[in-house]
């Protein structure tokens, strides 16, 4: 007994030591999550989001998520290389943060593996496509809503007048078109609409080319879609050409606001920078805000202005994720990762990937940016965006307002503009004040004329248009400077009908401002360039003696032409004689009337005849003669009559008598009437105008020939 007994304790100690390797193995359990960040400027965000996860018992208190951690650069072959060996790692999901068309290329290889793949900064609506990456969530609202977010901020401050520079990348090109489709709903003027490459090296990006056309095109409203490195060179060398001064306005969207420090990375911020302003989905609404911001600042020793809105959507990105695996595994369901060669076995998905995103789609947590839900296709829900106003002085973007779909921009706090002022710059140029024009003249006496030796250039021409341009100097405040044209010619379209040349080639290529010269306005030059209100009204005319028609005494027919004349004639003749045998051969007219009462006729005498065959002869005790002697109209509605009621009715008279009873002859006389109607209508209205105008006639006897160069060849 004392033998079994120890050994039954020997085993219920085995298995007690076997219960609690199992529970240590269950508490050990362990999770991969991929992380890639292009640039590697958010690792400390992801080391303290993941720490965040270990130190907090109520997300996965028996798993621990272990994060991998990558950084990429933009090379494509980098990207691919860096998914793949994710993959052979074996991991659950993978964090993307990187630009949209970075994200797109690692969603597509995740995704053929049923990989789920959340990307806290991508915005292209582009990348929301179910069928190619189904397995896609989206932290950020898509670059639609904050299209329209730009749109209504545009409106609100009544920009109806703009132009548009965007980077020539997926996200450049996708992120503002919202803008374009509003601009041509609501007939806004986009100006000029400017891409530029970013090459690897952000500091040996030119765009002087593009700050030209923006310079020429007058815009004082810009929209610059880019990144934050390539709008900071952007925005340094717009200032070289002006357009960063007061009276400008540059309006930038999440690729700048959500990464500001790459503006500058050495952290200084020039005054040209002063008065951006910007939108970026909310980040500041969730409830772990204020502990994100404190925690993280106190951790890294960074100002808590310093820390971006990126950080946030990082930090919320791995929280999103952290809650749906908390779900999936309260559930009772179980993650099985698996290495896979996506090279070698392409067959091999993730077993558990397509539950996992279901599980991703349902989360509903309060993070650090706000409330976060998403949509059946991974994109998240409530949208809302911040107004911000960059303080380069201060070095971060202040919220000022902010934007709804339901309610528009709302502005809650001062904003200042290009140039550190608070007046709202004007979409349009109200002055010219202080600004220094090139003008392009040609001489042209008496308008401008040249004198030799006479000192400066401006000082050496005289003239019309050159005392024109000195009041208007003197009453605007404008500086200005005379050239010729560069080709030495004036100028005009070539024979192929798409060159310019001499001064109108200048004035196209930007070379000069204004053309102060004496030019007259044509529909070909007006489809080149746009002239002022002219200043001087002129044309050419050719004067010959004319002759006066002669007193005629038949003007009264003149409003009509003889054939009109001979027409109505015989509209009269064909009308008079069809109502006259109307009028005797129809059931209701003299002839047939007769016939029937003759046929009729019960007298002695009608009936004699009938027998006879003598009824059609006359006699006068019948009913045909009461017939005649009671209607006497059968006997006057002869051709005379008729005659008589067609020529009234032609100048606008009734009949005085007799009408036709037959329906033929009234139809046709009713027809006969509106001719009439038209007949007199325009009889009265040309009559009027032959009387009002004086009529000249004109003859030739031969034909004038200018000579060469009688006039001058620029008119």
């Known amino acids: 007994m004392i033998t079994r007994f120890l050994a039954l304790c020997s085993l219920t100690h085995s298995l007690l030591l076997l219960l609690l390797l199992l529970s240590d193995a269950a508490d050990n359990e362990e999770l991969h999550i991929g992380v890639i960040d ?36 933009s090379k494509p072959i980098t990207i691919s290389k860096t998914v793949l060996d994710l993959l052979s790692d074996g991991v659950s999901a993978i964090i993307v943060h990187a630009p949209s ?16 793949v959340i990307a806290p900064t991508a915005t292209d609506p582009m990348l929301k496509n179910m069928k190619i990456r189904p397995y896609l969530l989206m932290i950020s609202p898509c670059d639609v809503q904050q299209s329209n977010a730009l749109s209504d901020l545009l409106a609100f401050y009544n920009w109806r007048h703009f132009s548009i520079l965007t980077s020539y990348d997926q996200y450049g090109l996708h992120g503002v078109a919202g803008v374009q489709r509003a601009a041509s709903s609501f007939n806004w003027n986009i100006k000029t609409i400017q891409h530029f490459l970013v090459p690897e090296d952000v500091s040996t990006l030119n765009v002087t080319r593009e700050m030209r056309v923006l310079y020429q095109s007058e815009s004082r409203i810009m929209v610059l879609n880019s990144g934050a490195s390539a709008a900071g ?33 050495a952290r200084t911020y020039s005054p040209y920078l002063d008065g951006l302003l910007g939108t970026i989905a909310t980040t500041k609404d969730g409830d772990l805000y204020i502990w994100f911001t404190e925690e993280y600042s106190a951790r890294y020793d960074t100002k808590r202005r310093d820390i971006p809105p990126f950080a946030r959507l990082a930090f919320d990105s791995v929280l999103v994720l952290a809650t749906a695996l908390h779900n999936y595994y309260s559930d009772g369901w179980q993650v099985n990762e698996i290495e896979m060669d996506a090279l070698q076995d392409p067959a091999v998905v993730f077993q558990d990937g397509g539950k996992l995103f279901d599980y991703l789609r349902k989360v509903e947590v309060n993070g650090a940016t706000k409330f976060l839900s998403f949509g059946e296709d991974g994109g998240v829900l409530n949208a809302k965006y911040d107004i911000l106003n960059f303080d380069a002085k201060h070095g971060y973007f202040k919220e000022v307002g902010y934007w709804l779909p339901d309610s528009g921009v709302t502005i809650e ?7 550190g002022t608070r007046v709202v710059p004007s979409a349009f140029i109200e002055n010219l004040e202080g600004r220094h024009l090139i003008l392009g003249i040609d001489v042209d006496p008496p308008f401008i004329i040249y004198e030799e030796g006479c000192g400066t250039a401006n000082d050496c021409y005289s003239g019309y248009c050159i005392a024109l341009v000195k009041e208007l100097s003197d009453m605007l405040g404008f500086t200005y400077e005379f050239v010729t044209p560069s080709d030495g010619t004036w100028g005009g379209l070539e024979p192929d009908g798409k060159t310019w040349t001499g001064i109108f080639r200048d004035l196209i290529d930007g070379k000069i401002d204004i053309a102060t010269v004496h030019m007259s306005v044509n529909s070909i030059r007006e489809t080149s360039i746009d002239f002022s209100v002219p200043f001087m009204q002129a044309g050419l005319t050719v004067v010959v003696r ?30 008079i004689v069809i109502v006259w045998i109307y009028s005797r ?34 006699h006068n005790t019948c009913s045909a003669k009461k017939l005649e002697a009671a209607n006497e ?40 009437w509106l001719v009439v109607m038209v007949i007199l209508a325009m009889y009265t209205a040309n009559l009027a105008a032959f009387l009002t105008s004086e009529w000249i006639i004109l003859s030739y006897s031969s034909h004038v020939h200018c000579q060469p160069g009688r006039f001058p060849n620029h008119y």
């Open 585 to 618: 051969i129809s059931p209701n007219g003299l002839y047939w009337s007769k016939q029937f009462a003759l046929m009729s006729c019960q007298c002695g005498e009608c009936k004699k005849r009938r027998q006879d065959r003598r009824h059609f002869r006359k």
């Open 633 to 672: 109209l059968f006997a006057e509605l002869n051709l005379a009559n008729t005659s008589w009621i067609v020529f009234a009715s032609l100048l606008n008279q009734d009949p005085v008598e007799n009408w036709p009873t037959s329906i033929p002859g009234r139809i046709v006389l009713l027809f006969w």
């Open 546 to 575: 004319g002759k006066e028609e002669t007193n005629n005494g038949y003007f009264f027919l003149s409003p009509f032409s003889s054939d009109v004349l001979y027409a109505i004639g015989a509209g009269v003749v064909a009308v």
């Open 413 to 419: 706090d001062e904003v200042y503009f290009s140039g």
């Open 233 to 265: 060179e952007v925005l340094r060398q717009a200032e070289k050409f002006g357009i960063t001064d007061t009276g400008y306005a540059w309006v930038v969207t999440d690729g700048v606001t959500g990464d500001f420090h790459d503006l500058n990375p």
């Open 38 to 73: 292009h640039g590697g400027k958010f690792r400390n965000v992801y080391e303290f989001a993941f720490d965040y996860l270990d130190t907090n018992d109520e997300i996965l208190p028996n798993i621990r998520v272990k994060e991998l951690y990558r950084e990429i650069d």
């Open 101 to 116: 068309y970075h994200t797109e290329q690692v969603a597509n290889i995740a995704n053929q593996k049923q990989i789920p």
